[in-house]
């Protein structure tokens, strides 16, 4: 099989240069299209709701604000975490995501 591939490579030479010269072009352009950053974000997606309820204490905030948009996001597809802050007056819920490309 070997034998055979370098039997052709040898007698049609203009081809084989040809292709070589076609992959080199190839990689030199795909080389200077790549996007590089310097500091890429590698963090996953991830999102926050945040919620005003002025005038409450946090207690009431978490129980009557925080919790039930935890229990209505619990449902979400690839959701990996829920993280949630309840500070005097404001509710701040994250949800972060699977980094899987659909």
Known sequence: MTGTIAKYALR??????ALTLLFVVAG???FEHLPVE???????????IISLFPGHAAEEVERLV???IENQMNGIPDRT??????IFGLSQVTITFE????
């Open 12 to 17: 049609h030479r203009a081809i084989v240069l």
């Open 28 to 30: 030199v352009n795909a």
């Open 38 to 48: 310097a500091y890429p974000d590698v963090t996953n997606v991830s999102f926050q």
């Open 66 to 68: 925080t919790i039930p």
């Open 81 to 86: 975490s829920i993280r949630s802050v309840s």
């Open 99 to 102: 980094d899987s490309p659909r």
